[in-house]
């Protein structure tokens, strides 16, 4: 490799290493081309690129770009994954993990998680996290359980009293209908009254009017004798 090659490689690298707080450094020794190619497309599909120079030049780069937590996992051939922006920091830990476990040969050695340095084990422990598509909809099931409580603890009052109306509908309308079907009280006789009830007494007979009528006047008694005298 020239020298000018050298320098824009270097100068690459000095971007990036400024420009992404997320990388994974692994060691790649014994890995075939398939593999490496392989490799690329899981790492490219969670936002990362896979990068392979030479430690002597990331070396110079680390330091111009203030990285100097890379130096001691520059050892022996490096990979190093950059994880872009928008990029899935736990996706590349897990496709880099995945290959270490299914080769054999893949070696985590470090990195940088939000611009603070991590080691192996913690590569591990990311790579267990899930997805960030899982988590959204773990925390979106965990917002709406209570709103679904809630809305079913105000619709419960109104679901109560809309069952007491129908109840008292239909208990009106039995009530209407047993008053329909009932029998009407018979009227009386129009031609019966109170005066042919032999049990009823008959308003002018009472006891004074019929004792005025059956006792003697005195007064008249006496006249009717004088006039028989005088005869």
Do not use: C, W
């Given at each position: 490799?020239?020298r000018?090659d ?14 992404t707080?997320?990388?994974?450094v692994?060691d ?5 081309n398939?593999q490496?190619v ?5 790492l490219?599909?969670s936002?990362?690129?896979l990068k392979?120079v030479?430690?002597?030049l990331?070396?110079r780069a680390?330091?111009?770009?203030g990285?100097?937590?890379l130096?001691?996992?520059?050892e ?5 994954a ?5 990029g899935?920091?736990v996706?590349v830990?897990k496709?880099?993990a995945d290959?270490?476990r299914?080769t054999?040969?893949l070696?985590?050695?470090g990195g940088m998680?939000?611009g603070?340095s991590?080691g192996?084990?913690?590569i ?8 960030p598509?899982i988590?959204?909809s773990?925390l ?5 359980a209570p709103?679904?409580?809630l809305?079913g603890l105000?619709?419960?009052?109104l ?5 007491l109306?129908?109840?008292r509908?239909e208990?009106?309308?039995?009530q ?7 029998d ?8 019966e ?8 007494p008959?308003a002018?007979a ?5 004792v005025?009528?059956?006792t ?5 008694a006496?006249?009717a004798?004088a006039t028989?005298?005088?005869?």
């Amino acid at each position: 490799m020239h020298r000018t090659d050298k320098e824009g490689v270097v100068t690459e690298l000095v971007e990036r290493l400024r420009s992404t707080e997320s990388l994974i450094v692994a060691d790649y020794r014994g890995l075939t081309n398939a593999q490496l190619v392989e490799l690329r497309a899981k790492l490219r599909a969670s936002g990362a690129q896979l990068k392979v120079v030479k430690n002597t030049l990331t070396r110079r780069a680390a330091e111009e770009a203030g990285a100097e937590s890379l130096l001691a996992l520059l050892e022996g051939p490096t990979a190093i994954a950059f994880v872009e922006a928008e990029g899935d920091p736990v996706g590349v830990a897990k496709a880099l993990a995945d290959t270490a476990r299914e080769t054999k040969v893949l070696a985590l050695r470090g990195g940088m998680l939000s611009g603070r340095s991590i080691g192996s084990d913690e590569i591990e422990e990311l790579a267990k996290l899930p997805s960030p598509e899982i988590v959204k909809s773990q925390l979106v099931g965990v917002i709406v359980a209570p709103l679904t409580q809630l809305v079913g603890l105000l619709a419960a009052p109104l679901r109560d009293l809309v069952g007491l109306l129908d109840a008292r509908i239909e208990q009106l309308g039995g009530q209407s209908d047993a008053d329909v079907t009932s029998d009407p009280t018979p009227d009386e006789p129009a031609g019966e009254s109170a005066a042919d009830d032999p049990e009823t007494p008959v308003a002018d007979a009472t006891p004074e009017t019929v004792v005025a009528a059956e006792t003697p006047d005195e007064d008249g008694a006496a006249s009717a004798d004088a006039t028989s005298e005088e005869e």
